[in-house]
């Protein structure tokens, strides 16, 4: 019998941001394999494939929730796998185990870590103590922190792409339809920059239709910042702005890329080298690109020419972009197609799947 796979991910609340994409293109390479999906209290969203939903966690106390499942789970059949993972998390671990860590029996996604020497310190602490516990990672540099610190199972593992419904194919008769901002609302991913852009489009009367993703992160938290770039953006008055600040449907959300040009002045101390669900999709439905310098976005869009890096997110240097994007969007456009069949391929959701249940 297949032992089961535990999938623990509290800050899924709904079917948005990156906690439902990651997991929906996991479930879906999983074929009949049992899994369960520990996640926030009255979610209601579907998996692909053998999978049950436990509505468990709530936030003001899913830190003592997380320590009661892990030490439940650890006594339990079947592999854990926590899929946004922290410091927190390994910490929580082995304070839950009675005893070191099987191997194989505990796997950690670190999307991404801000190193520090206090940090490093703890990890080493960590490792010695539990040294069985496997990390994967997007990226060679997380890989990088964790093996120094010695956990020797730190292996490196795309993140995994969004799967298309049919291989993307080129589209002759698609124009450019909108500028589009995507994902959750967050200070990191430059909102505040976006409607300084929307501001400048309404005060230089320009025709340009722009669609802003504003529903909030993880628990409909929101911090003063974003709150502050949204009743901006209220007050500007753009006509051609839309918003969407409800959840959107897998399709739906999707159909946004679709003659899009996308948005991403995400910030580089965050983002130097952490990975965007949202390129993998806008890159996948075929929708070039504006980023900023110095972001792991930057390095995807340069290397397949699918858009324009930016050296600054200034609305005049961003609109200068757009422009020259729409004015050549066939030839953009198709970049994107190949970035997303090539993405496709790179970040296949099976080569994630295969490391945590082989």
């Given at each position: 019998?297949?032992?089961?796979?535990?999938?623990?991910?509290?800050?899924?609340?709904?079917?948005?941001?990156?906690?439902?994409?990651?997991?929906?293109?996991?479930?879906?390479?999983?074929?009949?394999?049992?899994?369960?999906?520990?996640?926030?209290?009255?979610?209601?969203?579907?998996?692909?494939?053998?999978?049950?939903?436990?509505?468990?966690?709530?936030?003001?106390?899913?830190?003592?929730?997380?320590?009661?499942?892990?030490?439940?789970?650890?006594?339990?059949?079947?592999?854990?796998?926590?899929?946004?993972?922290?410091?927190?998390?390994?910490?929580?671990?082995?304070?839950?185990?009675?005893?070191?860590?099987?191997?194989?029996?505990?796997?950690?996604?670190?999307?991404?870590?801000?190193?520090?020497?206090?940090?490093?310190?703890?990890?080493?602490?960590?490792?010695a103590r539990q040294p069985e516990i496997t990390i994967l990672a997007p990226t060679e540099s997380v890989?990088?922190?964790?093996?120094?610190?010695?956990?020797?199972?730190?292996?490196?593992?795309?993140?995994?792409?969004?799967?298309?419904?049919?291989?993307?194919?080129?589209?002759?008769?698609?124009?450019?339809?909108?500028?589009?901002?995507?994902?959750?609302?967050?200070?990191?991913?430059?909102?505040?920059?976006?409607?300084?852009?929307?501001?400048?489009?309404?005060?230089?009367?320009?025709?340009?239709?722009?669609?802003?993703?504003?529903?909030?992160?993880?628990?409909?938290?929101?911090?003063?910042?974003?709150?502050?770039?949204?009743?901006?953006?209220?007050?500007?008055?753009?006509?051609?702005?839309?918003?969407?600040?409800?959840?959107?449907?897998?399709?739906?959300?999707?159909?946004?890329?679709?003659?899009?040009?996308?948005?991403?002045?995400?910030?580089?101390?965050?983002?130097?080298?952490?990975?965007?669900?949202?390129?993998?999709?806008?890159?996948?439905?075929?929708?070039?690109?504006?980023?900023?310098?110095?972001?792991?976005?930057?390095?995807?869009?340069?290397?397949?020419?699918?858009?324009?890096?930016?050296?600054?997110?200034?609305?005049?240097?961003?609109?200068?972009?757009?422009?020259?994007?729409?004015?050549?969007?066939?030839?953009?456009?198709?970049?994107?197609?190949?970035?997303?069949?090539?993405?496709?391929?790179?970040?296949?959701?099976?080569?994630?799947?295969?490391?945590?249940?082989?």
């Amino acid at each position: 019998m297949t032992a089961p796979l535990h999938i623990i991910e509290p800050t899924l609340v709904d079917a948005t941001g990156h906690c439902f994409s990651f997991l929906n293109s996991l479930c879906r390479v999983s074929g009949e394999y049992p899994i369960t999906v520990w996640c926030a209290h009255g979610v209601a969203v579907p998996f692909p494939g053998n999978v049950t939903l436990k509505r468990f966690f709530h936030r003001r106390i899913r830190r003592l929730q997380a320590w009661w499942l892990y030490r439940t789970l650890l006594l339990q059949p079947g592999r854990l796998f926590i899929s946004t993972a922290g410091r927190s998390d390994l910490f929580l671990l082995d304070f839950a185990s009675r005893n070191a860590i099987i191997p194989g029996k505990v796997f950690l996604y670190v999307h991404w870590f801000r190193a520090s020497p206090a940090k490093e310190r703890q990890l080493a602490r960590l490792a010695a103590r539990q040294p069985e516990i496997t990390i994967l990672a997007p990226t060679e540099s997380v890989c990088a922190v964790f093996r120094a610190a010695g956990f020797r199972h730190t292996q490196h593992v795309p993140y995994p792409i969004s799967p298309t419904a049919e291989a993307p194919t080129l589209d002759d008769t698609q124009t450019f339809r909108h500028v589009l901002f995507a994902g959750a609302a967050r200070h990191d991913k430059g909102l505040a920059e976006v409607v300084s852009f929307v501001d400048l489009l309404s005060k230089s009367n320009r025709n340009v239709p722009i669609s802003l993703q504003t529903s909030a992160q993880h628990y409909n938290k929101m911090d003063e910042s974003t709150a502050a770039s949204l009743l901006r953006l209220e007050a500007i008055g753009y006509p051609l702005l839309t918003r969407y600040s409800d959840t959107l449907g897998h399709a739906d959300y999707s159909a946004l890329f679709r003659g899009a040009i996308c948005l991403q002045l995400y910030s580089r101390s965050d983002f130097a080298d952490r990975i965007s669900g949202v390129t993998l999709d806008a890159l996948s439905n075929g929708s070039p690109i504006v980023t900023l310098s110095g972001t792991w976005m930057a390095r995807i869009v340069n290397e397949f020419e699918a858009g324009l890096v930016v050296e600054e997110p200034a609305p005049d240097v961003v609109l200068d972009a757009v422009l020259k994007l729409i004015a050549n969007y066939q030839h953009y456009h198709r970049r994107a197609l190949q970035a997303g069949r090539d993405l496709q391929r790179r970040n296949n959701a099976n080569l994630l799947f295969q490391a945590i249940t082989t």
